[in-house]
Structure formats: C-alpha cells, structure tokens
C-alpha cells in the first residue's frame, strides 16, 4: 500500500526555510479587527491621477491588448532613458539598457537570479524591505545585512559596508530613501562608498523607487558617481510617486549584458508586462511630475506632524528626508516592537509594523505609513498617546 502523500517533503529546502512577510503576518491579525486606522500599509493614499487612468482607457478602447517586446514598448523605453539623464544623470540606451519588469519587485528578483551563483554574498543595508533577504536566499545567494543606525539618519556607511566585505562578496544591494525608516544618501557619503564598491570589484543593485519622494537636499543615483554606471543595476518604477501601485510596472537599466541576461529569465517568467499598465506609464513619465510635486507636498505636511507628535510623545523620532514612513524608537516602553504593535492593535485600534519585521536592526522601532490623511494620523496619534499613558 503506498505510503501516505505529504506536499510538505516537495516543497524546496530554501523555499520551506523562507519565513513569511512579517507584513503580511501581521496585517492578518489587522483583518480581524474592526474600526482599525492603518500606518501600516506602504501605498499612496492618492487614487491614480485621471489623465493615467484615462490613458489605461483609451488603450484598451484601441485594442490594445497584445503582447509587447519582451523589453517592453518601445516608446516607454525612450521616454524612460529620457526621464533617467534628466533626473539621475545617468545616460541608458533604450534599445538595449533598459527592460520593463511587473513592478520593481520583479526587477529586482530577475537581476538577483541574472547575477547569483550559489554561495555567493550579496550585502545589503538594514532595516529594510522585508523581500531583499528572502529574495537573494531564493536565488541561492547569501544575505549580508549592515546594520544601519538611528544616529546616522539611517544612512549605511562606507566602513561598515568594507568591514562585512569578504572574498565571496560579489554584489551590494542599496534602497535610498529607504522602505522602512525613511533614510537618505548624502553624496560625499556616496562616494565614499563608491570607492568601496570599486576597490573590491562589487556590483550594485541600487531601487531608487522613492527618489521623487525626497523632501530635503539633493537624491542622488550611485549610478551617476565616476566608474559606477558601469557596474550597477539602476531599478526604478511607477508605484509610489505616481499612486500606480495596482499597474504593476517598473524597470531596470543598465550594461547590455546584464539587461540580456535578466530579459532571458523575463521572457521565460513574465514574458512582458502589461501592455496596459505599460501605455498608462507611458502617460504618467510624459505628464505626471506636477501631481508628484503636489503628492509630495501632502506627504511633507504629513511627515512633519507624525514626527511632532512621535517625538512630543517620547517617542524619539527623527526626521525621514525621503519616502512616507516614519521610524519611531519604542524602547523607552521596554516592549519589543511586536509586542508593542500587537498591544497598540488590540488596545486603540491602530496598526503600524514592528520594526523587527525589517530585519534585526529594526527591532526597537515601529514603521508608521503617513500616506494617509491628516485626520486619520492625527486620531491614530491620539490613540497611541492614550495607548502610552497606560503603560
């Protein structure tokens, strides 16, 4: 009699070791509660602008319901190389540079597998976004953090980053402004990085998906620093700061073999993205940058009362220069980070992540969207204050 069938002995050694999203983990308990007010979801508040949801329209009213180039339309490509000199500086031929991805995530899973062989280190900073580790485990790489600290505005060092170097080391993955504290890059700081980089013969994978949402001093691109276009992996997309999380489009430019070598893995995964996602972008890197400018001025106002209050509260917070997450230390309570959150759920209905959901180093801190209204952040900061005075 054959033996009983167990799923669980096929599922692959580094997916079954792969823990889940301590996101999602904890926006399951939020579904259960009800009249909860949310800092927690990382998306824009903002519905997509009218003129890119009409683009969406009218290209589906034409017909447009094809396959494109596995690189993606043409003319998005053109108007992306176009968009990434005049921002970045960094110059990317839209023939053969540059390939639309279904969002960044995508991007960044197919430049991972494109550049991986088994064993090697990739490093990152932390905290960050929860899929940079568990993306570079699936591709059978090694993840590296480097911890990144409250005093230092976020910001990762150039010694750090050498001092967790070592002969296996092949690439150094960068997210500035950074998901979940809000970090920026200053350009001295870059270059010294920069150096790093090229002394020990790294890669770079650099997401700069928060760059529009900088809203203190220069962004600047890695890419653009001497000797770097060359050795660097730029990722970039639409979500954030043009409200299109729901489209699902980003890309990534770089040197012709590496954007061959991730379309190879594209073309036989997504093939390509959204032909209708793809014409909205097209519209929104045509005409979008003043509703950026305007969402980002909602943003600013809104980062400036959380941090107010976070910090009025003893909540010691300092000021992100860039995204829509605010970072607040909890340690003075001396909860940890998940049980503050859970308490703070459960107590006034507030949901914001633990911060240890982003790695070790960001246990002690709460990651707080402000991508919501005023009066939503204001009555959840009410709620926490109250939430505090019990403790």
């Not at 489009?249 to 093939?271: D, F, K, T």
């Not at 976070?310 to 220069?321: A, D, E, Q, S, T």
Request: aromatic letters at 8%; hydrophobic letters at 40%; glycine letters at 6%.
């Amino acid at each position: 009699m054959a033996a009983p069938f167990q799923p669980q002995q096929y599922i692959a050694r580094h997916v079954r070791d792969i823990p889940r999203s301590g996101i999602r983990e904890f926006f399951d308990l939020v579904q259960s509660q009800s009249d909860v007010i949310s800092l927690g979801v990382g998306e824009p508040d903002f519905v997509t602008p009218w003129h890119i949801r009409e683009a969406a329209i009218y290209a589906l009213e034409r017909g447009k319901t094809s396959y494109t180039s596995n690189l993606g339309l043409l003319k998005l490509r053109e108007a992306i190389s176009v968009h990434v000199e005049k921002h970045f500086g960094v110059p990317y031929s839209p023939k053969s540079q540059i390939i639309i991805t279904v969002g960044v995530s995508e991007a960044l899973d197919i430049a991972l597998r494109a550049v991986i062989n088994p064993g090697d280190e990739m490093l990152y900073h932390e905290p960050c976004y929860v899929s940079y580790a568990p993306s570079i485990t699936l591709a059978h790489g090694v993840a590296v953090p480097v911890s990144c600290r409250a005093e230092n505005g976020f910001a990762v060092t150039a010694e750090a980053i050498e001092a967790a170097i070592t002969p296996r080391s092949k690439a150094l993955v960068l997210n500035f402004p950074t998901n979940p504290t809000g970090g920026t890059m200053m350009r001295t700081e870059l270059l010294k990085i920069a150096e790093v980089v090229l002394r020990h013969n790294l890669l770079v994978i650099t997401d700069e998906i928060y760059s529009e949402l900088t809203f203190e001093g220069e962004h600047v691109s890695i890419a653009s620093l001497p000797g770097m276009r060359e050795r660097t992996i730029f990722l970039h997309g639409f979500s954030k700061a043009y409200a299109m999380t729901g489209f699902r489009i980003g890309y990534a430019c770089g040197p012709v073999e590496l954007i061959e070598a991730m379309m190879r893995i594209h073309q036989y995964s997504m093939l390509c993205a959204s032909i209708i996602s793809q014409e909205a972008a097209f519209e929104a890197i045509q005409r979008g940058e003043p509703d950026t400018i305007e969402m980002r001025e909602h943003y600013r106002a809104r980062r400036n009362f959380i941090v107010n209050a976070f910090n009025r509260l003893g909540l010691k917070c300092h000021l992100p220069r860039g995204s829509f997450y605010a970072f607040p230390s909890i340690q003075s309570t001396g909860l940890s980070s998940k049980e503050f959150a859970v308490k703070l759920l459960e107590a006034e209905r507030v949901a914001c992540v633990p911060g240890s959901a982003f790695g070790a180093s960001g246990e002690g801190y709460l990651r707080c969207c402000f991508a919501t209204s005023l009066e939503q952040i204001q009555t959840a900061t009410e709620r926490i204050e109250r939430f505090i005075g019990r403790l």
